[in-house]
């Protein structure tokens, strides 16, 4: 059966949709077949073509339902489900389909509050520091605000994301042809983290160092799903990576 990973929580504009597109798109990098599930009826599905995952859209509770139970029959394939903020209700649907859950916030005592209410809503969900300050000074500042509010759930803390102007071309409806490598590096260590939490087995990525064109092809060796909608009517027969 396929994995489901869901980011969600109770507050907007954390970076749920760039983290799932992010690790979709590491996914791929890293060898792995997934879907990026949209729940957002604010958001527009984005165009697959020239991703290295697939995209659902799932804005009504009938195809959430069609979508999740097609990547659950996807033997080797991995759905990360983006939530959509401020509905409760959604993410406790989502939380109780996902295996893994994780929960984006950024250095602001407004998130880190609300990020404290969903750690304790859902006791399997892991907190993941988003858009996260690169400046030493102000990392520090933010690392000791995480110390001081969130030291009891420090073993639920994953390490951060950093804010990475780039991260915005995966939200764009069409992807550019070359994607920074930084950004490249980034969502292939996010999927890495995440296939371990998965015990799916991986080899460690490798730090891509930036060439001369400075960026990756957005085609290239690693998976490269089929670029058309994730249609749950139709049939995707890909056999996936060795599971262990
Ligand atoms: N790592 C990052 N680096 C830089 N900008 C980021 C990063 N993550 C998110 N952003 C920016 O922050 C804004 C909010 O991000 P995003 O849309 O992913 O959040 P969200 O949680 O999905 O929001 P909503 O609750 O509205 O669905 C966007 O403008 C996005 O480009
Ligand atoms: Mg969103």
Request: one cysteine or more; proline letters at 7%; glycine letters at 8%.
């Amino acid at each position: 059966m396929a994995e489901i990973v869901c980011i969600i929580g109770n507050k907007g504009g954390t970076g749920k949709t760039t983290l799932s597109h992010m690790l979709c798109q590491g996914l791929g990098l890293l060898g792995q077949r997934a879907v990026c599930v949209l729940t957002d009826t604010h958001r527009e599905p984005l165009d697959p073509e020239g991703r290295r995952y697939l995209v659902a859209d799932a804005r009504t509770r009938e195809a959430l339902g069609k979508v999740v139970d097609k990547i659950q029959a996807l033997k080797g394939w991995l759905g990360v489900i983006d939530g959509g903020g401020n509905r409760s209700e959604m993410d406790r649907k989502l939380y109780s389909l996902a295996s893994v859950v994780l929960l984006p916030f950024r250095d602001s005592h407004e998130d880190i509050r609300t990020v404290i209410q969903d750690l304790e809503t859902f006791p399997r969900a892991w907190a993941i520091p988003s858009q996260w300050p690169t400046n030493p000074w102000q990392q520090e500042a933010a690392e000791k605000t995480i110390r001081e509010q969130l030291g009891k759930y420090a073993d639920r803390l994953l390490p951060p994301i950093n804010t990475l102007s780039a991260s915005k071309l995966l939200l764009q409806t069409n992807i550019p042809d070359k994607l920074p490598t930084p950004l490249g590096n980034a969502c292939r260590a996010l999927a890495y983290q995440v296939l371990d939490m998965l015990e799916i087995a991986c080899e460690a990525p490798a730090e891509e160092i930036e060439d001369e064109v400075g960026g990756e092809s957005r085609h290239g060796t690693a998976v490269s799903p089929a670029a058309e909608a994730f249609d749950p009517a139709a049939g995707i027969d890909v056999p996936g990576p060795v599971r262990h």
